[in-house]
């Protein structure tokens, strides 16, 4: 089977797979087994006679991809909303990195924003919050969003490092990991500045102690953002028609 | 014989696929050759429309898969093994079941003379 062959079949399987509303794992799966099926086929009509014949029957067998991707929507389970929800959040593969860092600082917003509103209105009415208390709520929000940017920031750089320089550079990976463990620290510290007009030092282990893990939580991500990177490459250049859409 | 076609096959076909791995484990395109070899011919599936049918056995718990370890000297993408499971086994005997009984009703009805 030569590339072209094989294009024609990913590009089939593609139609069938792109529009569904389910999880980018599932939607892999499904791309290689559709596509496992389509070239074992492909090969035992190859036999009878030219590609072009047997690219013709092949096709005619697997039937109509518009129809099978609305079967195939039908068995795409419920939970795979909530999956894709958040694996738009942290990976997002055809957005760039200032997208994803924006979706993500908007979504840390909006929680925090709610659970802060829950706490202040545990305190007291909205006439009762003292300026102090909503700086400092204001500093949280601030802490949590920098946080929210510079993950998906230092995620792609990491990855980048890890994957796609010609050598792993150990002096770019220690500066983005001392350079992401202090805007970290910083976060965390930013509240008790504004609650106290000083940093409370005290907290400073404890930050940077929170600064690693989420590094170390980005070296654990990084493989996995790069393998759906790569998919996303394989598959999103085929020909597909992109105004098909199934919503349900 | 006619032909038996996709809308013919509706509600049927997710038990025929347990029939199919009654007899082991299996890939897709395999499933496919077994129903097709059973139906004597007569069966005309859109291949493609089995996959659908494969999910949801597998998300009910019927069926369950795993994806073979080496393409076996074969080019291209992995595929998927399907076997039964202990509850697609009596999910396949109550469908039996059912058609048995489908068939008496409606067989009694069709076969009576006018």
């Not at chain 1, 490459?233 to 859409?245: C, I, K, S, T």
């Not at chain 2, 395109?29 to 999910?55: D, M, Q, T, V």
């Not at chain 2, 369950?64 to 291209?76: D, I, P, V």
Request: glycine share 8%; charged share 25%; hydrophobic share 45%.
């Amino acid at each position: 089977m030569n590339e072209a062959t094989l294009t024609q079949l990913k590009v089939l399987v593609e139609r069938a797979v792109r529009p569904l509303q389910a999880s980018s794992q599932r939607k892999q799966e499904m791309r290689e087994e559709l596509l496992a099926h389509l070239t074992a086929v492909f090969e035992e009509e190859a036999k009878t006679g030219d590609e072009a014949a047997a690219l013709a029957r092949t096709t005619q067998r697997f039937g109509d991809p518009v129809e099978l991707a609305y079967t195939l929507e039908q068995a795409v389970p419920a939970t795979d909303a909530l999956t894709r929800w958040s694996e738009n959040l942290i990976f997002a593969p055809g957005k760039s990195t200032f997208t994803r860092a924006c979706r993500g600082a908007v979504a840390v917003l909006l929680a925090t924003g709610a659970f802060l509103l829950l706490a202040l209105f545990d305190c007291g009415r909205p006439s009762e919050w003292s300026p102090t208390m909503l700086q400092f709520c204001g500093a949280i929000l601030a802490g949590m969003a920098t946080m929210a940017i510079a993950f998906h920031v230092l995620l792609d750089l990491i990855r980048r490092v890890l994957f796609e320089s010609n050598r792993r550079s150990k002096l770019k990976l220690a500066a983005i990991c001392i350079g992401g463990d202090l805007l970290y620290a910083g976060a965390i510290l930013l509240p008790s500045l504004v609650l106290e007009e000083s940093i409370r030092w005290s907290l400073l282990p404890a930050a940077i102690v929170f600064g690693a893990a989420m590094l170390a939580l980005m070296f654990y991500l990084a493989p996995s953002a790069n393998r759906r990177l790569q998919q996303f490459r394989e598959w999103a250049v085929l020909p597909v028609d992109q105004g098909m859409r199934i919503h349900g | 014989m006619a032909d038996i076609s996709g809308d013919q096959l509706r509600g049927h076909l997710e038990t025929m696929i347990l029939s199919a791995l009654e007899r082991g484990e299996a890939h897709g395109l395999e499933i496919l050759r077994r129903l097709e070899e059973a139906g004597c011919g007569a069966l005309k599936l859109k291949e493609g429309s089995l996959y659908p049918a494969l999910y949801r056995l597998e998300n009910a718990g019927t069926i369950a898969a795993e994806w073979e370890e080496e393409t076996k000297g074969r080019r291209g993408a992995r595929r998927r093994i399907y076997h039964l499971t202990r509850s697609g086994t009596k999910a396949l005997a109550k469908g039996r079941e059912e058609w048995q009984q489908f068939v008496q009703v409606v067989g009694g009805i069709l076969a009576a003379p006018a």
